[in-house]
């Protein structure tokens, strides 16, 4: 609805686009604004639309005068430069509206009722006032590194965009090598006084953030973390398992989602901070790929994440160790209690995410993860370093 009803431009930027049913109708929209006037711009990821779909998909877009560029296509005399991806998912509708997330545009995401495949569970936001502006920046940095700028009436025609609500939020746009998720990730998990929960689609930890998060179970803070049971990747599966046994023993509770995939990339803290865009918590987004999410610091928003999130867990699998080979803990604290041991480092790092937001359960079963099996991930989690 939004795409039929642009008046001047259309930015949209995204990791996947597949020839099926949903992306050509979508196409078929944009084909359809960019005939009656309406400036269209598109930013497709080579490595992510590789056999997904061709050049050839976006014909009917270019012939109505729409754009078209292509993210890192293999170049001679760069035999790795292959490896940084455009990972965003990012569509700005005018100076009105902007919505990101982990959704690509496929319709393996609506699952296939004839097989009994239910949909992916993911999550997208929809944003409105002045942040559209910086969403639309981050777009045309982009645009700008594939070819000619942006027209720049496109972008001045956002500088007056009024505020849409009392949402204090920090758009983080990365390229590769600048981390900045990764600082904030870190952030967060510093930060946290009471919960931290965390929802990942290919959740593969290094070892300075599995021992961030360890170091905030151990100070009290409930602190869970949401991944796929079985992922669309099968290897990222035993990758994520190999980071499990340093977080249960230190008192993280880790849950596997129990439907077809789970693809939303979201941490909430204390009921207050919020991250939700297309990271996930490992290297390649945080240092390899172009990516896009918002850091909010909101009661409201938050609080329907954690509902959420709450909901999420009552259709997931809690991980346990063996009994024989658990380590005896106390529960983490459930009355709201703060953190106690994080010292000035913690309230630091609070301090410092404070800043960059403001300026910018149930479970249904348990599975035990034996001595084993936490074995052979260890294997995998050096082989991988």
């Known amino acids: 609805d939004a795409i039929r009803g642009a008046t001047s431009s259309i930015l949209f930027e995204n990791y996947i686009f597949r020839d099926d049913t949903v992306a050509r109708g979508l196409r078929d929209a944009l084909v359809e604004r960019a005939a009656h006037g309406v400036r269209v711009h598109v930013v497709r990821d080579w490595m992510g639309c590789l056999g997904q779909s061709s050049q050839a998909f976006w014909k009917p877009l270019l012939d109505a005068g729409g754009e078209v560029r292509t993210y890192n296509a293999p170049r001679f005399g760069s035999p790795l430069g292959w490896l940084s991806r455009d990972h965003r998912k990012l569509l700005v509708v005018d100076a009105r509206v902007a919505f990101l997330g982990g959704i690509c545009v496929s319709a393996k995401w609506l699952g296939d009722p004839q097989r009994n495949i239910p949909p992916w569970r993911d999550t997208g936001v929809a944003v409105r006032g002045p942040a559209v502006r910086d969403l639309a920046a981050a777009f045309a940095a982009t645009w700008s ?31 590769p090598n600048a981390a900045g998720l990764y600082r904030l990730d870190q952030m967060i998990a510093a930060m946290a006084e009471c919960r931290l929960w965390l929802t990942d689609a290919y959740f593969v930890g290094v070892t300075t953030y599995l021992q961030a998060l360890s170091s905030a179970a151990r100070d009290g803070v409930d602190v869970r973390l949401l991944v796929p049971g079985t992922s669309d990747i099968p290897a990222i599966g035993g990758l994520s398992r190999a980071g499990y046994r340093p977080l249960l023993e230190a008192g993280v509770r880790v849950f596997e989602w129990n439907g077809s995939m789970l693809h939303a990339k979201t941490a909430v803290a204390d009921g207050r901070w919020a991250r939700v865009g297309s990271s996930n918590l490992n290297l390649a987004s945080w240092i390899g790929n172009c990516e896009l999410d918002i850091a909010v610091e909101n009661e409201e928003f938050a609080g329907k994440l954690e509902r959420q999130y709450e909901l999420d867990l009552e259709n997931a699998t809690e991980i346990v160790l063996a009994e024989r080979a658990r380590v005896r803990r106390e529960k983490p604290p459930s009355d709201g209690r703060r953190r106690h041991n994080g010292g000035s480092t913690g309230r630091a790092a609070a301090g410092a995410l404070r800043f960059a937001n403001t300026v910018g359960a149930a479970i249904t079963n348990r599975r035990t993860l034996g001595p084993a099996e936490t074995a052979t991930l260890g294997t995998g989690a050096l082989a991988l370093a």
């Open 145 to 175: 590194a594939l070819g000619p700028a942006l027209p720049e009436s496109l972008l001045a025609g956002m500088e007056g965009i009024e505020p849409a609500g009392n949402v204090d939020l920090r758009v983080v746009a990365t390229v």
